[in-house]
DNA sequence: TCTGGGGTCCTAGGACCC
DNA sequence: TCTGGGGTCCTAGGACCC
């Protein structure tokens, strides 16, 4: 496999070409797409010093005649769709690390397509013509050097490292281009008078595990001599799922960010149950005022993607925080799941709708059975409420409001339903099916 | 220069078991 | 009963990436 075969493909400046494409008054002026913080800017703007990721003042500053848009993520997915699926027509070995960038390996695919150089000239073509897009793409044997090649050959360019080259291409390049280099370690390299790629190639890998630790060094020094092993991955799992928010106004007590940890386990939960994952361990994140952060996490014995077993340990641990950490002011709130599994037999607690019974809420009663989801269906209609993984879980949540009103669907999956919890008796049932 | 939200991976210490 | 070694799981923090 002498050929440089695996491509990676990054769209340049995605959400702000999008937002060209969307309103095309915007072109040739220098614009960024953010609220807060510069999520995408146009090259125009970047000539000015404007960057992703700063803060949108400081672009203002740098850019008084900055034209700011808001993103709009439907449009981002429908273009990332379409940019993926010309992808495809090369390869199905398509690994994609996120909405506007991918690893392709077409070394199976010379014999129809041609070269790689050919077959990434033909991609970048076709991505213009058929959506307006500029990608750029790099190509190598190794998928960490395509990546390097690609962001070298922005704006809208091709770079094919061909075997033999590699090092020739790789060692004057400065350090931060590798995968893993960030602020913090870029300081400690060049503390050490490292410099270029090439540097850490010639640097003995023990000083660089003195200062780096064994995982880092051993990662860089590899990717500097052109090692790395990883294949393409067409379907990773996620391994975690969780969400945050920034607060604003200062707040201190238990009671004011308790419904925001609510809103973001709401979140976290259903996304664990879109996915049909499940989850052990909770954690809780807060930022206080200064921006230093601690992380609280437990495990559960039981996965679950219940809202209302999750928000308990949840509100344990954000009350832990509180606790050890009086009247701090709190800027972030977050929290994650991980742990992550599948397929484990989902315990349901289920109502009756208020229409079944013609009533007005009756004291809940409960009681355990097995029964098939056929069972189910028979004895509850539509009316599944909310599950989780044990029992009582799904009864808090139930119990709490914290349920999902939803139906069964013919495989036996609770499916949402749109409507108010409007339930009158409960009767928790494990699903066997 | 710490401002956003979503992630991955690594390290290190402690508990626990064999 | 103590000492030692190895492995796994859990927790907390940190660096990095898009």
Known sequence: MDIPGILHADLDAFYAAVAVLEDPSLAGKPMAVGSGVVLSCTYEARAFGVAGGMRMVDARARCPQLIVVDGSFGAYSEYSKQVFSIFETYTPRIERISIDEGFLDVTGSVHLFGSPREIGAEIRKRVREETGLAVSVGASTRKFLSKIASQVAKPDGLIVVEPGDELAFLHPLDVSYLWGVGPVTKRKLTDLGINTIGDIAATNPDSLTTMLGRGASSHLYALANNQDPRPIERHRKAKSVG???????????????????????????????????????????????????????????????????????????????????????????????????????????????????????????????????????????????????????????????????????????????????????????????
């Open 243 to 433: 969400a945050q928010s920034a607060i604003r106004s200062q707040i201190r007590t238990l009671d004011e960010v308790v419904p925001i940890l609510q809103r973001l386990t709401d979140r976290v939960a259903e996304r664990l149950r879109a996915k049909d994952r499940t989850a052990r361990t909770v954690t809780v994140r807060v930022r206080f005022g200064d921006l230093s952060s601690v992380t609280r996490s437990a495990t559960m014995e039981t996965p679950t993607s219940a809202t209302g077993a999750i928000m308990d340990v949840a509100t344990a641990l954000l009350k832990k925080v509180v606790e050890e950490f009086p009247n701090h002011e709190t800027s972030l709130i977050g929290i994650s799941t991980s742990g992550l599994g599948v397929g484990e037999p989902m315990q349901l607690a289920m109502g009756v709708d208020a229409a079944t019974t013609g009533g007005t809420p009756a004291e809940l009663e409960y009681q355990s059975l097995d029964a098939s989801v056929d069972e189910l269906r028979r004895r509850f209609g539509r009316s599944v409420v909310t599950h989780g993984s044990d029992l009582l879980s799904s009864r808090t949540a139930f119990s709490d409001g914290l349920s999902d009103i939803m139906t069964l669907r013919d495989d036996g999956i609770p499916e949402a339903l749109d409507g108010g919890p409007e339930y009158v008796t409960e009767e928790d049932v494990t699903q066997s099916g």
